[in-house]
């Protein structure tokens, strides 16, 4: 049985790091599909599209235009659909507030953006290859801020 691309949705507006995750992503030549959104709405609007399959793994930028990271992880959740779908924040802010508030709000794990090249590798392949399914049980906030 062939094993199932890995299907991954990023969602930033920032195009420098939609392509520098996206190189990253190729570099490490593992069997993914991405695509990406450059906003809320559109976050939204691709993931209410039946035909769209939805992703294995959602990475959610906190800040962009039209619906900021915390509006969508709230449509999300609240969505019979894809509330049980992973989403990976996805953010340069540290802040621990927003840690919070993203925690608190149903994110599996908290990822702050590398800035180097190797260390994003390092960070996808780690987290993708994850159990999501499995790991959700047990959230805690000890394990949610993820860091290499």
Known sequence: MKPVKAKILLA???EDDRLFFKDALESLKMDT???MVHDG???LEYLEDDSNELPHILFLDLNMPCKNGFECLDA???????KDMTVAIYSTSGDDRDIETAFVKGANVYIRKPSDFDMLKKTLSEVLNVDWQFRTGGLNKDTFLFSI
């Open 12 to 14: 930033d507006d920032d």
């Open 33 to 35: 599909e991405v695509d």
């Open 41 to 43: 709405e559109k976050l």
């Open 76 to 82: 999300i959740r609240q969505s019979t659909r894809l």
